[in-house]
């Protein structure tokens, strides 16, 4: 299998990961990557601007990561999402996402 380059970037507080939501899904899980390593999300929302809630849940359920440690902090009403991660290394992260995948 080839090994993953999630698209992390480690700031002064935490990391940031690069999201792509795909919003009026079945239902909320993992849906791959793209091209350029950015991690792919179906949420159940219904729009692109409401799936920001869901996917803090979403994240939090599969990562352990409690919703006040993350925030969208670009992309709010675009598909594409960074969100950033309080406290936590991008090596952190992949692991957890790792796990979760």
């Given at each position: 299998?080839?090994?993953?380059?999630?698209?992390?970037?480690?700031?002064?507080?935490?990391?940031?990961?690069?999201?792509?939501?795909?919003?009026?899904?079945?239902?909320?899980?993992?849906?791959?990557?793209?091209?350029?390593?950015?991690?792919?999300?179906?949420?159940?929302?219904?729009?692109?601007?409401?799936?920001?809630?869901?996917?803090?849940?979403?994240?939090?359920?599969?990562?352990g990561i409690g919703v006040t440690k993350?925030?969208?902090?670009?992309?709010?009403?675009?598909?594409?999402?960074?969100?950033?991660?309080?406290?936590?290394?991008?090596?952190?992260?992949?692991?957890?996402?790792?796990?979760?995948?």
């Amino acid at each position: 299998m080839k090994k993953r380059a999630f698209n992390f970037t480690d700031g002064k507080t935490g990391a940031c990961l690069a999201v792509r939501v795909i919003v009026r899904a079945a239902n909320d899980h993992f849906a791959g990557t793209t091209e350029d390593d950015v991690v792919k999300v179906r949420l159940a929302s219904p729009s692109v601007t409401a799936a920001n809630a869901a996917l803090m849940i979403f994240l939090s359920k599969q990562l352990g990561i409690g919703v006040t440690k993350m925030e969208v902090v670009a992309g709010k009403n675009k598909a594409h999402k960074l969100v950033s991660f309080d406290g936590f290394t991008s090596a952190e992260l992949e692991q957890r996402l790792l796990a979760a995948i």
